[in-house]
């Protein structure tokens, strides 16, 4: 049987997370390179300095050590008894000046039917699903910065796209207020230009609000101060072939891999040793133990002693029996009831992941190509003297409005990619 042992690298690496914690991230320098471009150097980072996953660590250890003491023999005893005492004279008071029987006993108590390894077993299965919890926290921390480093992204990506609309408006207007000097046009024209841009200035700060608190929320994950500065995020994750996304694989990848049901297998292990040590509660226990008396005139004699506990408490263990059984059967069941919602939560979300991908293909194979070469076409006949502002803006704003929806569909494929890879437990 072997014993979990905390090796001396792994305590290392615990204290130096704890310290990391404690003390907090380390001050960004000036002239060092600032996290946020890539989404790999954001997940490793996160993982090593996560309060979170650090205090995980810690109850694992916890596990790990309780593991190792379970199962050992309880502390001996040692007694100290006065036997013997004389009355004194014709009294019933002890006598002070006569000498009685000193007895020194040292005894164990051993358990029988294989109670110790029992016990032990069940604080490995114990060890284990502590263990589990921990991956689970480590992909649950992954799934939120996945989630937010998508956001921080799609905000930059809404700021670069409004910025650029932006411009064009501002050469529209430019060109506005050139026909109207020339008596070409309305002045109407130019006011409609700067009342554009000015809702645009209304959307870029909102949106730049909303890339702040990403930043704030990305860095709280990385145990970084909330202004901490972040670089511009250069790519998201790449989506995966539709090969990758058939449901009856990626469960049966869950079932091997979800640190949620191997927990799960860890309860009804450790259930069913606790059920085993309700049964072997029927077995005595030995007491072993030898002794020394001394008398006035010095070490007289020895002794030795055996004895074992009688099981006549048959209610009591007839009740932990029960509680036992009842335990172990509860968490088959909430097995069974976590694979079948695993099966469908998988399916769920590869359904609304497909459904997104699909999405994103007709705006990115058709509306936005189309949008773009609409507004190019209607900003060119304006500047060249044809047509009137107020359509190449009805234009601006729908083209604006399917950019915008474009980058929330990528958004959600981001969002949807990291709960599906939460689901199974790892990434795609």
């Known amino acids: 049987m072997v014993i979990p042992t905390r090796a001396g690298t792994k305590g290392i690496l615990a204290a130096v997370v704890l310290a990391l914690v404690v003390f907090g991230a380390p001050p960004v320098r000036a002239g060092e390179p600032s996290l946020g471009a890539s989404i790999e150097a954001l997940l490793a980072t996160a993982h090593r300095m996560s309060p979170e996953l650090a205090a995980a660590t810690l109850d694992a250890e916890a596990a790990a050590a309780r593991a190792e003491a379970a199962g050992s023999l309880p502390d001996p005893k040692f007694t100290l008894k006065y036997d013997e005492w004389p009355r004194s004279g014709a009294g019933y008071a002890p006598s002070l000046s006569r000498f009685g029987t000193m007895k020194y006993e040292l005894s164990q108590e051993v358990p029988l039917g294989g109670k110790r390894d029992l016990k032990h077993e069940q604080a490995l299965a114990e060890h284990r699903q502590s263990q589990t919890q921990a991956q689970t926290a480590a992909l649950d921390l992954a799934t939120r910065v996945k989630i937010v480093y998508a ?113 799960q297998h860890a309860l009804i292990e450790a259930a069913d040793r606790g059920r085993d040590l309700a049964d072997r509660a029927w077995y005595p226990d030995l007491e072993v133990g030898v002794g020394v008396v001394q008398k006035s005139s010095g070490v007289d004699s020895y002794e030795a002693l055996v004895g074992v506990n009688i099981p006549l408490q048959w209610g009591l263990r007839r009740a932990q029996q029960a509680e036992a059984t009842a335990t172990a059967q509860a968490a088959r069941l909430r097995l069974s009831q976590a694979e079948r919602q695993l099966e469908a939560d998988i399916q769920q979300a590869v359904f609304s992941l497909e459904a997104v991908v699909e999405r994103e293909k007709i705006l990115r194979g058709g509306l936005v190509p189309q949008a773009n070469a609409a507004l190019q076409s209607a900003s060119r006949a304006y500047e060249l003297g044809h047509g009137e502002l107020s359509a190449v803006l009805d234009t601006e704003r729908r083209v604006r409005t399917i950019q915008l929806d474009y980058l929330k569909l990528q958004l959600e494929q981001q969002v949807r990619l990291a709960e599906l890879e939460r689901l199974i437990g790892g990434d795609l």
């Open 151 to 263: 956001e921080y992204r799609q905000a930059q990506q809404a700021i670069d796209q409004l910025g650029r609309i932006k411009a064009a408006i501002g050469r529209l207007g430019q060109s506005a207020l050139a026909r109207y000097s020339q008596n070409l046009g309305s002045q109407a024209a130019s006011i409609q230009a700067d009342l554009e841009r000015a809702e645009l200035d209304a959307e870029l700060v909102r949106m730049t609000l909303e890339r702040r608190q990403a930043g704030a929320r990305l860095n709280a994950l990385l145990n970084r101060p909330p202004g901490a500065p972040l670089a511009e995020p250069a790519r998201l994750r790449p989506l995966p072939s539709p090969a990758k996304l058939d449901s009856a694989a990626l469960f049966e990848r869950a079932r091997q891999a979800s640190p949620r049901l191997r927990g």
